[in-house]
C-alpha cells in the first residue's frame, strides 16, 4: 500500500504544478440544508437527524424530563426504557409510533442486542419496507437467518425469530410483543463527516472546476487518502476518489458512494450549512482557530453558537431557523440543546 501511495502522491504533486486552480464542491450541498452532529452516548445506538412519530394523541409511554441528560438517566435506570429523544423525553415499552426524518433531532435507543459483524442492531424495532418489499420466516432462528442474509443480496436485515426482511428499508417502527433484536444490514455503513448512497457512483466535473479523479486498489485507501487531502470531496467502494466539484451521481449496483459534507459536523451541534446570522447582535469575532472556538464553545453553557468564520453568539435569535441568511460557504453551528428547546416551545 505503501509503494502505491508513494506513487500517487507522485503524480499528485506533478498534478498540482500542472493545475493550479481553486476547486469549488458544486451541486450536490443545497443552501440551507442543516445537520445533527448527535453526541455519542455509550450504551445506545443513535439515530441521527430523526424523531419519533406517536400514532397516538395521548402519547402514551411519553415522559419528558428536563434535559437530555436526566432524560438518559432515567432511561438507563428504568428496565422498561427503549430510548430517548435529545430534546428531553423518553420512550417505554406500549409505545405506538414509528421513526421520522427530521433533521436535526437526536433519538438513542438502548443497546440490548449482541453484536453481529456486518449489521447494525436495533432493540425492539421493526421495518418498515417499500410496497415491493417481502418479508419471511424461512428460518426458525437468528443463526438461520444471519445466513440467509448473508447469502442474498436482496435481504437488508432479520430478527432473531428469525424473520428476514427483503427489499427498500422506507423507515422503522416499535415493534409490539415480545422484546425483539432487529438487524440492518450495513450495505452502505454511515461514515461521519460524510453523505452516503447506496447503489450509486459519482461524477466528477471537467473543465475549470474538476482537477482528479482516479481510482486505488481498495475503499480503506480511498477513504484514507479522502481524510488526508482536503481537496477531495468523495470517493466510492470500488476505490474511486474525487478531487474538486462532483457533476451528478449515476446508478450502479452493489457500489456505494460517499460525498464529503461541505460543513463538518462536531458533536453537540446542528449545522446550518451555506447559512448565516452574523447581520443579529451580539456576534463577535474570536482570534482563535476554529478547531479551538468548537472547544471552547462546547465547554461553555453560554456560547450559544458559532461559524466557521469564527463568530461566536452568547444568545439567540427567537426563531434560529427563520434568521438565517444565505451565505455561500459560510458553516453556523448552534447548540442542539437550543434547537432542540426552540421546537418544543413552539
Avoid: H
Avoid at 419528558?64 to 432515567?74: F, G, L, R, V
Avoid at 415499552?93 to 414509528?98: F, L, P, V
Wanted: charged share 20%.
Amino acid at each position: 500500500m505503501s509503494r502505491q501511495m508513494s506513487a500517487f502522491s507522485r503524480f499528485w504533486l506533478l498534478a498540482m504544478v500542472l493545475v493550479t486552480i481553486t476547486v469549488a464542491f458544486q451541486a450536490v450541498q443545497t443552501g440551507g440544508e442543516k445537520i445533527a452532529a448527535c453526541p455519542p452516548t455509550k450504551g445506545y445506538t443513535t439515530l441521527q437527524d430523526m424523531t419519533f412519530e406517536f400514532f397516538e394523541k395521548t402519547e402514551v409511554g411519553k415522559t419528558e424530563y428536563d434535559s437530555a441528560e436526566a432524560a438518559q438517566t432515567a432511561c438507563t435506570a428504568d428496565k422498561n426504557c427503549i430510548g430517548f429523544d435529545y430534546s428531553g423525553y423518553t420512550l417505554s415499552y406500549g409505545t405506538i409510533g414509528d421513526f421520522t426524518s427530521s433533521p436535526g433531532r437526536c433519538i438513542y435507543l438502548r443497546k440490548r442486542c449482541p453484536v453481529k459483524s456486518g449489521y447494525t442492531a436495533l432493540s425492539n424495532v421493526a421495518l418498515d419496507l417499500d410496497d415491493e418489499g417481502q418479508r419471511s420466516y424461512r428460518d426458525d432462528s437468528a443463526d438461520g437467518a444471519i445466513r440467509t442474509c448473508d447469502q442474498d443480496p436482496r435481504c437488508v436485515g432479520f430478527n432473531d425469530f428469525g424473520l428476514t426482511y427483503f427489499g427498500s428499508i422506507i423507515g422503522y417502527y416499535i415493534a409490539l410483543g415480545e422484546p425483539v433484536c432487529t438487524y440492518v444490514k450495513d450495505i452502505c455503513p454511515f461514515k461521519y463527516g460524510y453523505t452516503n448512497l447506496a447503489d450509486t457512483a459519482l461524477a466528477g466535473v471537467t473543465g475549470v472546476d474538476g482537477v482528479a479523479v482516479g481510482k486505488l486498489s481498495t475503499q480503506a485507501e480511498a477513504e484514507e487518502f479522502c481524510k488526508l487531502e482536503y481537496r477531495c470531496n468523495g470517493y466510492s467502494s470500488d476505490g474511486s476518489y474525487y478531487i474538486g466539484g462532483i457533476a451528478n451521481t449515476v446508478s450502479s449496483p452493489g457500489v456505494c458512494s460517499y460525498i464529503k459534507n461541505s460543513c463538518p459536523p462536531m458533536a453537540g451541534f446542528v449545522v446550518y450549512i451555506d447559512s448565516d446570522f452574523r447581520k443579529t447582535k451580539d456576534g463577535r469575532k474570536s482570534d482563535k482557530c476554529l478547531a479551538d472556538v468548537y472547544k471552547s464553545c462546547l465547554a461553555d453553557s453560554t456560547c450559544k453558537a458559532f461559524n466557521n468564520m469564527r463568530y461566536i453568539w452568547t444568545s439567540l435569535p427567537n426563531n434560529i431557523d427563520d434568521t438565517f441568511a444565505p451565505a455561500s460557504g459560510v458553516c453556523t453551528y448552534v447548540r442542539l440543546a437550543d434547537v432542540l428547546a426552540q421546537k418544543n416551545n413552539k
